[in-house]
């Protein structure tokens, strides 16, 4: 089957494409025909015809468009990249299929309007295949608003027909222009994403259910932030002190989750029901320390419903009690004179169980608050909520280590474990070092106490993990808004994260209490509504009726689609291969994402020594861009760029020597093309022979795992980068359609498993947990015991600063192995591992010296009971923190000759899982085994990426047999006169056999000196993972 | 004005028992001491009047029941917080009938009355620190998860949590609140132990007061109008050492009592008397 290697957004609609696209094709050069031969009646003519036939496939590329122009402007080059690449490629096949390599191309820009004319014959029909979607598109959008615009469409598509010599001209300007302004004919691609950009962008009216129960409805841009309309929200109550708020929105399992305030809610939402509550997010410990009474109203109206609903758990006294307060703030003084009717009471809720003896409890406590103000009863109501044992306590459904059931409560302090109704332990802010989720599980790693030596983790197993990711979001926030000054930036270099970037985004409570006390505006005058509260009870809808309206028709969303995608990987029939590699494989990759800028200090520091050893071996380094960025980028930016910052990086290094104008042959014409190229001319082969053991636990599905990543890059380092990228769009983008960029920030978050180091920043600690230090007296005779406790209070905030770099600490120490007790400290470094894999792909071309690092970190998911004592921990031999249990191929290059082996051994939740338990004993699972061999050839291109060159061709050809799939990917670029052709190619084999890896290299390396004796070998790669047997558990 | 968790250690009755003859042979003990009943109850007579008279509380005497030889540890048979009383379930089998005269005592005061009926429950008001803020309860031998959970059922405003108790009879075997936020607790291993615990678990921050002795560390602390912080502790001849500790605290009226006997069949200060705040209920 032949492929190309597409944008991400071509990879991901390749499913909707290949269905399309004969169809397409045809139907384009049909018009086009028609076009050219009438051009007079032509207008007319195509407008009909595209008000109507063309609206059968109308659909998938209006959705593309729309995608697109969601993107940065770089997209837009890509775009129109696409359009040159398929006049170069049309002979070879439909569609425009280059752009994951045209987007390199924009970059270069050095295409001529010579080069183009050699092809100028054809240059009409091609640019109409790919114009025609853009037009469709946008007749689509002007149908909707406005005719006139249809008209100039189909007129400026005649006048392209007219004047074909003159477009090909303009349109080598307009590439060449890049990114830039276009003009001329150009604009007919552009054109609906400016519509959509600039003019026409469509507004979503959001529904926005407010702490009274009142509905605030408003209209935001379709693709705007959750930022946005939380400020809309927070001017229309007139709400300045902001931060402690935040909108919720029911997901697809109609489970509540924070809007991220940074990201764009379409992405977030995952349906079409725009409808959020107004909550609060952080409870204040102490609200007499708001700044202004409606800030006070508005939490003690959170806190009414928390209570009304049984969230606040209180008790009878205590329910009469806030309920006094809350008629008095609502109603003012009691009236002897007119008692309220108890009935009238009964229409008001105050709690889960609520009586008559309650509401007479109630009225009678009204009558001993006369002449308080509203905001007086407000603070009292306050005063009392605020020592409930489950004020501001966010619950979590949780399993221990023995499977039994508890609850997680987030708080200000920390985090609280509840078994029951009752507190079976708690972890203070200050004692956690490390809060990280894996899947369904979400652990966290314990500073050591006086006594212990090691630092402990323990580990809870969550519901799925959603539910696990959910939790670990709300400790990363609340331990961000209660105990940092400022806000941890997401990209810490120090503080490497797995998995999701997700950082809180807000102020902290220390600095919007800063900023409150600099509010200076007469205090706003609102109603306290309890009419409306009235009414709602009246209609017996429920208080907390936050959502209640049409959640549940929700479309599976992204999380489901994870699971559907692990399905379809089982079923996937090589033929299907490329819609579905789109799609579900990527799954697999997710945690490895963030591996790679993370600890890029650390991975340096761990291989330094090796890199020496290795240098001879390598070429020197091309300068390298700096990785992070790279990955900010990729996560900001559009999956295109992102691609195209890997492929500058590898892929086109080599191009930029290549030599002359590689004929663009047919897929297997490897061998002659490459000899055009001058001596410099770099041909790189790379074949990668994957070696996959699967164990019975191993799914069917792998293949397709396998298959699944070739079909989408150029190189399979990158190729795997690629599908991490793409791997959370092609979850969502099914519903939304949407552009990818969003997709692709949003993905951050949807790897399984991440990690968050609180980090106080010292000073905090005592201010922010004001009731800690509250009671001094006698102070002379507790002098002892004070300090004592001082030590335990005031030293911990004090010991996170060094703890900071704690983890780097960690890294560049062998790991502790802890023998013999039960507890075993932890290996920090799961990660660790991954990195080192990842930046050893990733980087190879750019920074040799991290390569390789056959690493033996050992490393572990210490697992532990709850309670303080029982600690689990297990140490793996060299972990890695993949997706256990789902091998998936992955290119690891030990940059080799000498060969080193890299052996990693993944900690898998698997088994836990299956188990439901993760105890003491047992050593979290090490069952995987990967083995990555890489020789790679010293680099002939010298200059390293000083150009990019321009890519000529790219294809992809994919052949498969029972358990072997065969990967090739041939580029051809034009650098500088020199072309040059790489091709890469990829084998998975996937069965039970051993397969002897040296052999397989020599092998391999063998074969693709025979098949193209012309060209070298750079790099060959054989990656091995095995499922080892259960017994490695303890 | 009436709130939450105002006023600790504010207390206008108090609801105690006699000591019944029986309680010299048949009462149950973790020693192998022979209590003399005239001695026992002159000391309870001291403690009561204490009480009554010098503290003005109003004591609600219980009669003495022989069947229940126990029975003047009042403690164990309720735990009152607020205007909620719960009834416990005591981990002693032979204790269990305590609680009928008990129920009775606080439901003619106008209490709240919480029966814990579940018949897998165990709870002995022994067990239950009440802090102020929050409920610490011990799980021993004779309170278990259950009873803790059902205690946290009765008192919904506030945090519970359990402390493991291996060591001693019931967690207020060697702690108790000598003030607001002021935790007395004995030096011994455990007792330190379940204090750290207690610590941890504890949104709050609690100052501590050790005492050389564990038993020493129960105390009844009251915060009375006009009397200010009262403090009723162990004597000087019981544990001198403690004594000492006690007599730093400033400000407090201080009142030693003795509790030489009943300290024979585990009974501590605490023990004897289940204090109530009507005044400041709402």
Known sequence: MTTEVGSETEVKEKAEESADQPDQSEKATEETREVASAEGEEKGKEKEKEGKGISKFLPTWLKKQKSLSQTSPTKDTALKEEAISVEKQEEEGPAPEVNGLADEVPEKEAVKSEQLKEKEEKPHSKASTDTEPAKEEKVDESVEKSPEETKETTEGQGVEEEKKEQEGEVQGEGEGGGGGGEEGQTSIFQSPLRLVRKTKMKLVVCHVTLLDGTDFSCEVEKRAKGQFLFFKVCEHLNLLEKDYFGLTYKDNHEQTSWLDPMKEIKRQIRSNNWQFAFNVKFYPPDPSLLTEDITRYLLCLQLREDVASGRLPCSFVTHALLGSYTLQAEFGDYEPDQPRPVDFMSQLNFAPSQNKEMEEKILELHKSHRGMTPAQADAQFLENAKKLSMYGVDLHHAKDSEGVDIMLGVCANGLLVYKDRLRINRFAWPKILKISYKRNNFYIKIRPGETEQFESTVGFKLQNHRSAKRLWKVCVENHSFFRLNTPEPPTKPRFLTLGSKFRYSGRTQAQTRTASSLIDRPAPSFERTSSKRISRSLDGAPMISITEAGRDSAENGREHRLDDSKVKMVDVSPGDVEATSAQSPLRVHVDNIYDHDKTQDEVLKHQASISQLKRSFMEAPPPSPPQTNQWEKRLTSSPATAVRVQQQQVVSEPHAEAAAAAAPAAADCTISDTKESAKTAEVEIEETVVIQEVSKATKPGLVTVTTGSPASAPTDQETREQEVTVQEEVAVPKDAKAAKQESVSSESESEEEAEYHPNVSVSLSHTQIPEEKEEEEEEEEEEEVEDKENEDETAEPNMLAPDVSSHQAETSHPAEDISGGVVESQKEDMKKNAENEKEGRETEDSTDDLMMTPEETPNGVALSEEAVTGLAAHVGEEPEPRMNGEPRPQVICCSEPPVVKTEMVTISDTFAAQKTEIATKEVPIVHTETKTITYEAAQLDGTGDGEPGVLMTAQTITSESLCTTTTTHITKTLKGGLSETRIEKRIVITGDCDIDHDKALAQAIKEAKEQHPDMSVTRVVVHKETELAEEEED | ?282
């Open chain 2, 1 to 282: 004005m009436a709130a939450l968790m105002a006023g600790f250690g504010l207390y206008t009755h108090a609801i105690v028992r006699g000591i019944p003859a029986s309680l010299a042979k048949e009462a149950l003990r973790t020693s192998e001491a022979e209590v003399d009943v005239d001695k026992a109850r002159g000391e309870h007579d001291a403690y009561v009047e204490v009480l009554k008279t010098r503290l003005g509380l109003d004591v609600v005497e219980l009669p003495a029941d022989e069947s229940f030889p126990d029975c003047v540890f009042v403690e164990d048979a309720a735990v009152v917080c607020g205007d909620t009383a719960l009834i416990t379930r005591p981990g002693a089998e032979s204790r269990r009938g305590e609680t009928e005269a008990m129920k009775r005592a606080l439901k003619a005061l106008n209490l709240n009355v919480v029966e814990m009926t579940d018949e897998n429950a165990t709870l002995d008001g022994g067990d239950v620190l009440f802090t102020g803020r929050e409920f610490f309860v011990g799980l021993s031998s004779r309170t278990n998860q259950r009873g803790a959970e059902i205690l946290a059922d009765a008192f919904k405003d506030y945090a519970v949590s359990t402390v493991p108790v291996l060591a001693s009879l019931h967690l207020k075997s060697f702690c108790s609140m000598g003030g607001p936020g002021l935790i007395v607790i004995g030096s011994s291993e455990p007792a330190q132990k379940a204090l750290k615990i207690m610590q941890q678990m504890s949104d709050h921050c609690y100052d501590k007061l050790t005492v050389p002795d564990d038993i020493a560390a129960n105390c009844i602390y009251m915060n009375l109008p006009n009397k200010g912080h009262v403090l009723l502790h162990c004597t000087a001849e019981e544990f001198p050492e403690s004594f000492k500790v006690f007599e730093k605290l400033k400000d407090y009226t201080l009142i030693p009592v003795s509790n030489m006997e009943k300290v024979k069949v585990d009974g501590a200060l605490t023990c004897c008397s289940i204090l109530i705040n009507k005044k400041g209920s709402i």
